[in-house]
């Protein structure tokens, strides 16, 4: 998923993509059409071979309810819709394991997505976000949070027959789309006038509450909010992810002028120079 402000960033998390070892199929969604932006790919020396392309416009012709997921007046722009857009690929891939992947974030180390027939789950120990995901959940699903442990890892893989199960699931209880109950169902924010809904929590804890097919990886984040964090400053000792937490983009800003990536160059760079990138 590849938003308008990330077309950077996924030509960086892109040159990452050897570290995903066990995956046949890339299919990119973002703003572009799909000459300009695998003719960008390629000029970054992206192996594209097997990528797939469809645009935000093009999945929103084609599951035209993604749309009821673009609030009015909702501050974080689009961000609530794209989890949408997430969730609707779900049905347009066919696929027995799908990997959900955001722009902004990267495995720095090898990771395979199922590990002796096991789902391989990122997770963040002991940690809880906003109350409103977790009862999103419990709304949906009529089942408790399965664990302390976070999953808001910005990437996911998911069977996609626990996908299917969910969604019959849902049926069954309230006899509406599935995208109208996951919007229904996650509570108000009355503060802050929004929804807080991670398809992360409600896939992964689904997944968990259906099978013992699951293991726990945990995520050692290197998160970034400078150009200086990655082309001057020491990187920690231990992470085996990356991601990019700039506002809108701004560390490699994406120049549809000419269309080229800002600074790019230079954080791959050092990558290379500290032996992380795979060649």
Request: charge should be negative; aromatic fraction near 14%; glycine fraction near 4%.
């Amino acid at each position: 998923m590849v938003g308008a402000h990330r077309i950077g960033n996924a030509c960086l998390s892109l040159k990452f993509d050897k570290n995903l070892n066990t995956f046949d199929q890339t299919i990119v969604v973002s703003p572009l059409p799909a000459d300009r932006i695998n003719r960008l790919f390629q000029t970054y020396t992206i192996d594209t071979t097997g990528f797939e392309y469809i645009t935000d416009y093009e999945l929103l012709e084609q599951y035209p309810a993604i749309a009821t997921w673009n609030l009015g007046g909702d501050y974080r722009g689009s961000w609530l819709l794209q989890q949408a857009m997430k969730l609707h690929m779900l049905d347009h891939v066919d696929a027995d394991v799908i990997f959900i992947q955001d722009a902004d974030s990267f495995c720095t180390d090898p990771y395979d997505c199922v590990v002796d027939g096991k789902l391989n789950l990122f997770y963040l120990p002991n940690v809880s976000h906003t109350w409103e995901y977790y009862r999103a959940f419990e709304n949906i699903t009529a089942l408790p949070r399965q664990t302390p442990h976070c999953f808001v890892c910005d990437m996911m893989p998911i069977f996609k027959s626990d996908w299917t199960s969910l969604k019959e699931s849902v049926a069954e209880r309230f006899e509406q789309p599935w995208t109208d109950i996951f919007l229904d169902q996650t509570p108000w924010d009355y503060v802050a006038n929004v929804k807080w809904f991670s398809e992360y929590e409600l896939l992964a804890n689904w997944a968990m509450s259906q099978h013992s097919q699951y293991q726990l990886t945990e995520q050692l984040r290197f998160e970034f909010k400078s150009i200086e964090q990655l082309t001057h400053n020491d990187f920690p000792n231990r992470f085996n992810c990356s991601s990019d937490k700039s506002p809108q983009g701004r560390i490699l800003p994406f120049d549809y002028g000419n269309d080229t990536v800002q600074n790019l160059d230079l954080v791959l760079d050092r990558f290379h120079r500290l032996g992380l990138l795979p060649e």
